[in-house]
């Protein structure tokens, strides 16, 4: 396949707010060995997104500079050594960086093949929840069938595939959220209760629900004074999976919580991990969870999709946190 000369993507010409991003044109990129070149029908928005573009989250010196980190297209050129993965393939992938363009290389490990079932624009929005929440919620905090689980954010793209993984296997899944419609939604996805943090002491609420013992496992992107609030909703053993620190990563805190409950504190970030880590998570995904998007049991939750050049509305969206579910572009009409 012969490849345009140039193509689209979002430009951040400084650090600032959403207005700073504007439609430009590059070359497009050529893949590395063990790279695939996808044609990115879609891509989704993310808060790592809007945290780069306010110049507090860089990329990685080997990343693009580009937005964007998980897409949904067709492959159009591979690198050397890749056997896994054919012209036209139509995958799903998390990416380096990158994903808010006409074109995006990524490791043809980091591939996934679109859910039975899925459109490109649904399966754009999988990779980078996905990812985070087997890495942290499975693998290392190690939730299993029985337990208790809340999470942080029920609405958020994370919240939502938590809420529904942590139910298809087997845990009594617990979320906060912060409205009426925002918990009833949380319900309805299958959490067993859903706390509205704006009228309710959540600390309160899981004790109440656990009848005071705790919960197994808790997955929080909040941090601040949510850090040590999540330590007294814990059980004895219990996790705590931190991934993000929306209210600040510093937080006066009594850890002697930690040593009576004997609790365990983990925390990742899922672009820094390495190569061989991600496409371990691909390999675990592939296997456990892509067959239960065909027996019903998950399903992806679209909110909005914009068009590329009305990336900036999208990130005001993201940054307003009014929406339910995932913020979409579409990067490729047809």
């Not at 590395?32 to 990115?40: C, N």
């Not at 074109?103 to 624009?121: F, K, R, V």
Request: overall charge neutral; aromatic content about 8%.
């Amino acid at each position: 396949m012969t490849l345009p000369e140039s193509m689209r993507y979002v430009a951040v010409d400084k650090a600032g707010g959403p207005d700073v991003m504007h439609v430009a044109r590059s070359a497009p990129p050529t893949p590395r060995a063990g790279e695939v070149l996808i044609e990115v029908a879609f891509a989704g928005v993310n808060r790592p997104d809007c945290a780069q573009r306010a110049g507090t989250y860089p990329p990685p010196p080997d990343a693009s500079p580009i937005l964007g980190l998980e897409v949904a297209g067709r492959i159009v050129a591979r690198g050397e050594a890749v056997r896994e993965w054919s012209i036209g393939d139509e995958v799903c992938a998390l990416v380096p960086g990158g994903g808010y363009a006409e074109y995006c290389a990524t490791p043809a490990a980091w591939c996934l093949p679109i859910p039975q079932g899925l459109a490109l624009e649904q399966a754009a929005g999988l990779p980078e929840n996905f990812f985070t929440v087997w890495n942290n919620v499975f693998d290392r905090a190690y939730l299993r069938a029985g337990e208790s689980f809340l999470v942080h954010g029920g609405t958020s793209g994370i919240g939502l595939c938590a809420i529904q993984l942590a139910k298809a296997f087997g845990a009594m899944v617990i979320t906060t959220a912060g409205s009426a419609e925002k918990t009833a939604f949380c319900r309805s996805i299958g959490a067993d209760h859903a706390i509205d943090y704006r009228q309710q002491d959540f600390v309160v609420e899981v004790g109440r629900i656990t009848h005071e013992r705790g919960v197994d496992v808790i997955l929080d992107m909040v941090g601040g004074d949510y850090i040590e609030r999540n330590l007294k909703c814990l059980a004895l053993e219990g996790r705590l999976a931190q991934i993000a620190f929306l209210h600040g990563s510093r937080a006066e805190c009594d850890f002697r919580l930690m040593m009576v409950k004997r609790l365990t504190l983990r925390g990742s970030t899922l672009r820094a991990s390495p190569p061989a880590r991600k496409a371990e998570l691909a390999r675990a995904l592939l296997e456990k969870v892509w067959p239960i998007f065909a027996q019903g049991k998950v399903r992806p939750v679209i909110y909005a999709t914009f068009d590329l050049d009305d990336t900036p509305k999208a990130h005001a969206l993201m940054e307003s946190s009014r929406h339910i579910g995932k913020i979409m572009l579409r990067v490729r009409r047809g």
